[in-house]
């Protein structure tokens, strides 16, 4: 099961952490990610990590503005937000890879979080 937590409203160039707690014993040797919907769009791939913590992906609209990173032994994924822009206005959502490097394809997750909403203001 995947908790995501954080999101807010934030105005324009503030920043926001979100938070990705996973339950079980295995979060450890899978890959991770992030993605984005905001309404009437798809999902959209933001970040991913793989499960050593020593790679990284990131979409080329949040390159250089958005962190992802994990804690194995706290069993949670991290994005911090920075820069952001009223484009960044979606519903985040935490995935399961099912395998240990990260994708920035959908088909790559097979478990969900439910999502936490980032609204960001101009």
């Known amino acids: 099961q995947l908790q995501a937590s954080g999101g807010g409203l934030v105005q324009a160039g503030g920043s926001l952490r979100l938070s990705c707690a996973a339950s079980?014993?295995?979060?450890?040797?899978?890959?991770m990610g992030w993605f984005r919907q905001a309404p009437g769009k798809e999902r959209e791939f933001v970040a991913a990590?793989?499960?050593?913590?020593?790679?990284?992906y990131y979409a080329d609209s949040v390159k250089g503005r958005f962190t992802i990173s994990r804690d194995n032994a706290k069993n949670t994924m991290y994005l911090q937000m920075n820069s952001l822009k009223p484009e960044d206005t979606a519903v985040y959502l935490c995935?399961?890879?099912?395998?240990?490097?990260?994708?920035?394809?959908?088909?790559?997750?097979?478990?969900w979080g439910q999502g936490t909403l980032v609204t960001v203001s101009s």
């Open positions: 995935a399961k890879g099912r395998h240990g490097s990260g994708s920035r394809s959908l088909d790559d997750y097979d478990y």
């Open positions: 079980g014993r295995t979060f450890s040797l899978y890959g």
């Open positions: 990590i793989r499960w050593s913590g020593d790679f990284t």
